[in-house]
């Protein structure tokens, strides 16, 4: 157990629905970090969360959409769902702004969508 | 993105040394190397990084030649759970703003019993 909680870890919907993955951090961590990883492609960096504000963006779609709440877990919402949205997201975390002694990940969310 | 360049597949017999290497022949001053490896579809694992030194931790050493442009991973007694997709990532340290890791395509290592 890594300290970073993912829930659901297994998400099935239809096309054109909306879901929300949620993420809580370990303990003490401040930075929320967002990551796709689609089959067989490398994980690809989606959104940055430092103590609720947003600090950097990767290739994140318009209709995705991230959070941090006060008290620091982190939502992604991911609406009118494609089949190419299909994959592996996972959420990592880390004590600092810079990250520097790396990041902690989470165990994924597996979302199909059919 | 990716900055670094890396063999997509090796294998390593089991109690061997797993000797994983990476380029970065554009990596500047002020760029950390890290490693990470994902075991099947589980998180990545942070496992050690370095600036200039060699650093070693409880999992594995990292060799980076003088002129930084590549690096070396080592897993000194390699073991079945050692077989994972292993990352070599360059970041650059948090003055430039940046704290995003780019993942490329890693190195598949399979350790054979």
């Known amino acids: 157990d890594s300290g970073v909680t993912q829930t659901p870890k297994h998400l099935i919907t239809a096309t054109g629905q909306r879901v929300t993955l949620r993420c809580s951090p370990r303990?003490?961590?401040?930075?929320v970090y967002w990551y796709q990883q689609s089959l067989d492609q490398g994980l690809q960096f989606l959104i940055h969360?430092?103590?609720?504000?947003?600090?950097a963006k990767g290739n994140i779609l318009e209709r995705f959409s991230a959070q941090q709440f006060p008290d620091l877990h982190s939502e992604l919402n991911l609406s009118s769902l494609e089949l190419g949205d299909s994959a592996l997201y996972f959420c990592a975390s880390s004590v600092e702004l810079s990250a520097n002694y790396g990041y902690t990940f989470g165990s994924g969310t597996r979302l199909t969508v059919v | 993105d990716a900055k670094t360049t890396q063999p997509p597949s090796m294998d390593c017999a089991e109690g061997r040394a797993a000797n994983l290497p990476c380029n970065h022949s554009t990596i500047s001053g002020n760029e950390y190397v890290y490693w990470y490896r994902q075991i099947h579809s589980q998180g990545p694992q942070y496992i050690i990084h370095?600036?200039?030194n060699n650093e070693t931790n409880e999992m594995a050493s990292l060799i980076i030649t003088e002129d930084r442009k590549s690096s070396t991973l080592i897993l000194p007694h390699a073991t079945l759970r050692d077989t994972a997709v292993y990352y070599c990532?360059?970041?650059?340290?948090?003055?430039?703003?940046?704290?995003?890791?780019?993942f490329g395509t890693g190195t598949r290592l399979k350790v054979l019993a």
């Open positions: 370095g600036l200039k």
């Open positions: 969360y430092y103590n609720g504000e947003e600090r």
């Open positions: 990532i360059v970041r650059p340290d948090s003055s430039s703003g940046t704290y995003k890791y780019i």
């Open positions: 303990s003490g961590d401040l930075s």
